[in-house]
């Protein structure tokens, strides 16, 4: 049973910083994982992903420059760092996992690629 638990989110002033951690278990190593956001209203968008054997990262351009991603050496945990947050990044934040390689052929960003998801967990950015 696969599972990722999100953790590090909260609330912080415009051009603050949060770090947002997905911990995975529960199976063999994932073949990339990935942060997803989803604001009210809106379809989930890719954030940022890491392939965990080459640790090639992927951005979207709203994030570039701002946030990193980036694993730890037991390579089970993946964090976002994010800095200069801005108000649209509020959303609820996903992790997930590719563990079949799908991301290569489907996108790196795209949520559809991805079969394992975490529950999310609030980030909400004040002006």
């Known amino acids: 049973q696969v599972q990722l638990v999100e953790s590090g989110g909260g609330s912080v002033e415009s051009g603050g910083s949060l770090t947002l951690s997905c911990a995975a278990s529960?199976?063999?190593?994932?073949?990339?994982l990935g942060w997803f956001r989803q604001a009210p209203g809106k379809e989930r968008e890719g954030v940022a992903s890491?392939?965990?054997?080459?640790?090639?990262?992927y951005y979207a351009d709203s994030v570039k420059g701002r946030f990193t991603i980036s694993q730890k050496q037991d390579k089970n945990t993946v964090d976002l760092l994010m800095n200069s947050l801005k108000p649209e990044d509020t959303a609820i934040y996903y992790c997930?996992?590719?563990?079949?390689?799908?991301?290569?052929?489907?996108?790196?960003?795209?949520?559809?690629?991805?079969?394992?998801w975490g529950q999310g967990i609030q980030v909400t950015v004040s002006s």
């Open positions: 890491i392939e965990r054997s080459t640790a090639n990262t």
């Open positions: 529960g199976y063999s190593r994932s073949f990339a």
């Open positions: 997930a996992a590719d563990y079949f390689g799908h991301t290569l052929s489907g996108g790196r960003l795209t949520p559809e690629t991805y079969a394992y």
